[in-house]
């Protein structure tokens, strides 16, 4: 590790894992509850489990983004994080504001939570993804104005790089666009118009951009391919995600009662968007084709090369494959769009946090790579989730277009709870192949408790 400050990344990546571990077993808990409807109930209802699940995801993502640009940011900058204890303060707040907010969902009604916490002073609260509290809202923008302050400083006094850059311009994002959450008019189509200024614009624009920032640091560092390389590709490949992110948020808006030129915008930007995903995979492959050494952390090459791939079929793939909108008027809101989410997710988010964990972790324990047995536990944990994600795809993919049939083409269609019934056995599916992933998880914790011989940090 070259510089002190960069430990405190390993707050960040512990708490990560743990948010992550917690929001896998609420995916589980809910899976149950498609096939087996009054599982845990009273104690935790479906809509509860599924509140808890979706912003555990938000929040482990968030810990492991700011967790990679404290280890990463100080190395590009070369110097020290211009305030540690910033980090460390703004740590705990999150952690706790977190801890609150998912204790409040599983112990208070929501509309009781939403009273007590100052909801009819200003209404943000009940809506998919921005469930949280408003006091929770606040934190996190402080908790993001904190990160950016504390990363921006740090560039501006030391070296300035395309990745330090890119990185904090995907953050600047994130803390703005993240206003539009306390957004919330009476105007259904309105509300739902804006409403995606913070869910679209987050994951299919500005943090690409972190995605990339971080894909392209630990490229650098395992295959020692010239910085110079690396940056033109990145910079291509984000001019690409914000042309066809920015203006593919209009494939959201074909059914919610805006302006009929949306179906033609959305349509067509939105099909373009797997073209940086597409580029995203050529360009990590070229790299490590191209390498110039033989880095010792196998591990972390695997999960880089699987950030880029995955990222691929999830985001790019099957975004596609329901994005347009004559398709897209018989899929929207059916278990296509999970099959989607779901990959995407892991593909583009979950997989590069964990490679950047994988990678910085050894560092800041003071050697280059694990020991190969953890490498190898490592490599194992890689495949499981990876395979048994994909096959939740596959599952919620079937279970999609059997809906889309039985629901919305056939000439006598079903109700959505008769439909529900008979796509049943895709769900159960899903939840085996859920449990797998969750093995693979426990795996990948366990690989950073195995000791052995490791190559010393030089």
Known sequence: MKYKSQAVAKLYFIAAIGLFLGQILFGLIMGLQYVVGDFLFPAIPFNVARMVHTNLLIVWLLFGFMGASYFLIPEESETELFSPKLAIITFWVFLAAGAITVLGYLLVPYASLAKWTGNDLLNTMGREFLEQPLPTKVGIVLVALSWLFNITMTMLKGRKTAISLVLTLGMLGLAVFFLFSFYNPVNLVKDKFYWWWVVHLWVEGVWELILGAMLAFVLIKVTGVDREVVEKWLYVIITMTLVT????????????????????????????????????????????????REHPNKAAVLWALGTSVMAFLGAGVWGFLHTLAPVNYYAHGTQLTAAHGHLAFYGAYALVVLTMISYAMPIIRGRAANPERAQIMEMWSFWLMTVSIFFITLFLTGAGIVQIWLQRISTTPMSFMAVQDQISIFYWAREAAGVVFLIGLLLYITSFFVKGESKAFE
């Open 245 to 292: 992110g920015i203006i593919g948020t209009g494939h959201h808006y074909y059914w919610i009662g805006t302006p009929v030129y949306w179906q033609w915008w959305g349509s067509v930007f939105s099909a373009l968007e797997p073209i940086p995903f597409f580029m995203m995979t050529v360009f990590a492959f070229n790299m490590v084709n191209k390498r110039r």
